[in-house]
């Protein structure tokens, strides 16, 4: 039997590299699934992909009434909000902190930590009528560590770490759990273009053959970690982190010179 039979998500985001494969999976693995985003055109063609089971909403992560808009369209559809997924983020252009745009800091910041902070709050009272269910934000290994002329991005992604524990710890009791992913450098459009501003792209700055795994992530590998934290088989798991990284955090992996 499909983990997500009768159960609704709903991933911001959804139309993403990393959103889209979460999107596939879900509706694969049973649920009605709710693809939050400002791609109207993308968002269309992943929902004539899918066929059934599978709704757009524009979603400003930004803005409370949006988020409010978009829960209300689940429940329309499907009757209920069982897991949220706050998937949705964006990066800087990197410059130290001196050269960073205020501009820049508050836009990153309203994405990343204050969307998932709204999606908490306008999605907790749907989930409590549900009978519980499961959030699951998705960070970043740049939320573990300090990351030079990324400072927006680090600030937001370690700020999440925080939310998150405090949500689960405020949510445990109605059977609501929170969960959070730090992906690494996961092969999609995020990190192999550059962002808004900017010339160079975040892959520039890694190459995989250090890693103790020596390649890139693939988004399917963040999608099946998603699916287990958001599926009963978590089901006494909140306030935890998960990397998934290929070993990037634990350092480089030195070859043995052979004779």
Do not use: C
């Not at 509706?27 to 089971?53: F, K, P």
């Not at 009272?125 to 990351?147: E, Q």
């Not at 937001?156 to 609501?176: F, H, M, P, Q």
């Not at 959070?180 to 192999?192: D, E, L, S």
């Amino acid at each position: 039997m499909p983990r997500f039979d009768n159960q609704t998500v709903l991933v911001t985001g959804g139309t993403g590299g990393q959103g889209s494969s979460h999107v596939r999976a879900f509706h694969a693995e049973g649920a009605n699934v709710v693809i939050g985003g400002i791609d109207a055109e993308r968002g269309a063609a992943l929902v004539d992909e899918l066929g059934t089971r599978a709704l757009f909403t524009h979603l400003d992560v930004r803005d409370e009434s949006s988020w409010s808009a978009a829960v209300h369209a689940a429940e329309s559809a499907f009757g209920a909000l069982n897991v949220l997924v706050n998937n949705a983020g964006v990066q800087n252009p990197p410059a130290p902190i001196e050269q960073t745009d205020p501009a820049t800091w508050s836009r990153i910041l309203d994405v990343n930590l204050t969307g998932t902070f709204l999606g908490i709050k306008v999605a907790t009272p749907a989930l409590r009528r549900a009978v519980g269910g499961a959030i699951v934000n998705i960070a970043s290994t740049m939320a573990l560590g300090g990351t030079a002329h990324y400072a927006p991005y680090v600030a937001s992604k370690w700020a999440v770490r925080g939310l998150t524990r405090t949500a689960a710890l405020e949510l445990g009791r109605d059977n609501i759990r929170v969960n959070t992913i730090h992906p690494g450098v996961i092969a999609t459009p995020f990190i192999h273009e550059p962002a808004a501003g900017a010339t160079t792209a975040i892959a520039d700055f890694y190459s995989p053959a250090p890693f103790a795994i020596p390649r890139l992530g693939e988004p399917t590998d963040v999608t099946r970690l998603l699916l287990f934290l958001a599926s009963s088989d978590a089901a006494f798991i909140t306030g935890s982190e998960y990397v998934i990284d290929g070993g990037l955090l634990l350092g480089p992996a030195l070859q043995a010179e052979t004779a």
